[in-house]
């Protein structure tokens, strides 16, 4: 796998070392469809299939990033023993995150998606908004 990069930007480069230093920032895609934590796993699965995307940024009632769903995690909500037409999405995600900075290095991103097997990761600024996704290439 390698990161998919949507919108090429300049690499950092390092007069010392005389090495480029791609940020997230670099490798990034746009923030695309953004959700409501809200919002039912239904209507979550149209948005998806609207968009033709894969994944969604959930965000708070303020507007915060508080992670991303998949459409493989919504399918496997919906198939579940315990599913209703009434779970959420805030009931799906559980906890914030994880996230990473824009000023964080490509590979040290990409080494902690592989280990927590993410293909696509939330990129938030200082505040918590969402600036865009970092996301593997299949």
Request: hydrophobic share 45%.
């Given at each position: 796998?390698?990161?998919v990069?949507?919108?090429?930007r300049?690499?950092h480069?390092d007069?010392v070392?005389?090495?480029a230093?791609?940020?997230v920032?670099?490798?990034?895609?746009?923030?695309?469809p953004?959700v409501?934590?809200?919002?039912t796993?239904?209507v979550?699965?149209?948005?998806m299939?609207g968009?033709l995307t894969d994944?969604?940024?959930?965000c708070d009632?303020?507007g915060?990033?508080?992670g991303?769903i998949t459409r493989?995690?919504l399918?496997?909500?919906?198939d579940?023993?315990t599913?209703t037409?009434?779970v959420?999405?805030?009931?799906v995600?559980?906890?914030?995150?994880?996230?990473?900075?824009p000023?964080?290095?490509?590979?040290?991103?990409?080494?902690?998606m592989?280990?927590?097997?993410?293909?696509?990761?939330p990129?938030?600024d200082e505040?918590?908004?969402?600036?865009g996704v970092?996301?593997?290439?299949?």
């Open positions: 796998m390698t990161l990069q949507m919108q090429p300049p690499a480069f007069a070392t005389g090495l230093h791609r940020t920032h670099d490798a990034m895609e746009a923030a695309g953004q409501c934590d809200d919002m796993v239904e979550a699965l149209a948005v299939a968009s994944h969604l940024l959930v009632e303020d915060l990033c508080t991303l493989a995690q399918c496997a909500v919906r579940g023993a599913y037409d009434r959420r999405l805030r009931d995600l559980g906890d914030r995150g994880p996230f990473t900075s000023l964080t290095a490509v590979a040290e991103a990409e080494h902690a592989r280990y927590c097997k993410l293909t696509a990761l990129v938030v505040h918590g908004s969402a600036l970092l996301a593997l290439a299949r």
